[in-house]
């Protein structure tokens, strides 16, 4: 037999594979057929706790009665009128994350955490502005998509890492919990969307995993000193860095890269932003996805207008850029883009 795989109670059983439960339960000198049963009572049954096994033995589950599945508790719940809703979610160590659940006719779309805060500290995002805690492991993101699942009583289709927090911080995490949601919860690749500022190497080094998975950068300027305003690391890592790594990405993956860009009234949505956007872009298989500014308290960004909006896509598509404007949902629900924090609990 193979090392063991759980030396400890403390490390939870959600994110093993049906080869690693069916290892542990014979550790647990029980024969390998529990293992597949273990499997599906955490992914498809959504089971909490191992004492609700009720296919095995009490004796037995007095025994593992210890050790931990790792799915965390809804502390707080919110509907917005659009029928987005906002969860925080309280892990084992009490530290508090948000997870938004976003349906539609077909779709059923979990806009994911991957930290607890983050460290990025962009400057027209919530979550920058309450600073970073820690990296969130690999069974606090499954646990936040098998939340909204059970919640919503239906399959998760889609699922975002925009929730809080840097995904390209926390590779090794992020990477074996889309294994785990991929093949364990059955989710598509293709229906999993990694979204980053763009850290040094990093994009080159999810190139090499040749996943399925969507890249969306966000990007949020058409050159170097306004990204700089609003991406405090684009200081050590400029644009024209950014951008010839996300090139390489593109070739060895043949994946077609989503840009994410926060529309600024008056700051980077005028069209001659869109003209120097396209410049930067040009001869590359991508998709701009536009993001209106939806408000936080701390800083005095505006929405620009329709008509304003309308003008920098027409730009864009000018330059024959393949564009489109993404309204959040979630806005009455504090839950849209960029306004998530942990700071809204109460007890
Ligand atoms: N750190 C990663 C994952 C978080 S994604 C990243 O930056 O990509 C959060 C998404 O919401 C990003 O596209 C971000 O730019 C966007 N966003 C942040 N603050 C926003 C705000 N106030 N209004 C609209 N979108 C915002």
Not at 47 to 66: G, M, N
Not at 78 to 94: C, F, H, I, R, W
Not at 172 to 185: E, I, P
Not at 269 to 284: F, I, T, V
């Amino acid at each position: 037999m193979t090392q063991s795989l759980i030396t400890s109670t403390q490390t939870p059983l959600l994110g093993l594979s049906l080869a690693e439960l069916t290892e542990w339960v014979q550790q647990q000198g029980q024969p390998a057929y529990r293992g597949k049963q273990l499997y599906q009572w955490i992914y498809q049954k959504g089971v909490k706790s191992l004492a609700d096994i009720t296919v095995f033995s009490k004796q037995w589950r007095q025994e593992i009665a210890d050790f931990s599945i790792g799915r965390s508790v809804i502390h707080h719940r919110s509907v917005a009128p659009d029928s987005t809703v906002k969860y925080l979610l309280q892990l084992s160590d009490g530290n508090i994350i948000e997870t938004v659940g976003i349906p539609s006719y077909k779709r059923l779309t979990v806009c994911v955490s991957s930290q607890v805060g983050c460290p990025m500290a962009c400057d027209f995002c919530a979550t920058g502005k309450g600073g970073f805690t820690r990296n969130l492991e690999a069974y606090e993101i499954i646990d936040q998509v098998l939340t909204v699942q059970e919640d919503f009583e239906r399959r998760v289709s889609h699922i975002v890492f925009m929730g809080m927090g840097e995904p390209l911080l926390n590779t090794k995490n992020v990477l074996a919990a889309v294994r785990s949601l991929n093949q364990d919860v059955g989710i598509g690749q293709r229906s999993i969307t990694i979204s980053t500022v763009g850290i040094r190497d990093r994009i080159r080094q999810l190139a090499q995993h040749k996943l399925q998975v969507t890249l969306a950068i966000s990007l949020h300027a058409s050159n170097q000193r306004l990204r700089e305003h609003l991406v405090p690391s684009a200081k050590s890592y400029p644009l024209k860095d950014l951008i010839a790594e996300c090139r390489e990405y593109v070739k060895v993956t043949k994946r077609r890269i989503s840009f994410e860009y926060i529309l600024l009234a008056g700051f980077n949505d005028l069209p001659d932003h869109a003209r120097e956007l396209a410049k930067n872009l040009r001869g590359y298989q991508c998709h701009v996805n536009l993001i209106p500014y939806n408000p936080i308290s701390e800083v005095d960004y505006q929405r620009p207008t329709e008509e304003e909006i309308k003008s920098f896509v027409n730009a864009l598509e000018e330059q024959n850029i393949a564009v489109s404007v993404r309204y959040s949902r979630g806005l009455e629900a504090d839950a849209a883009c960029g306004q998530l924090r942990a700071s809204r609990v109460t007890s």
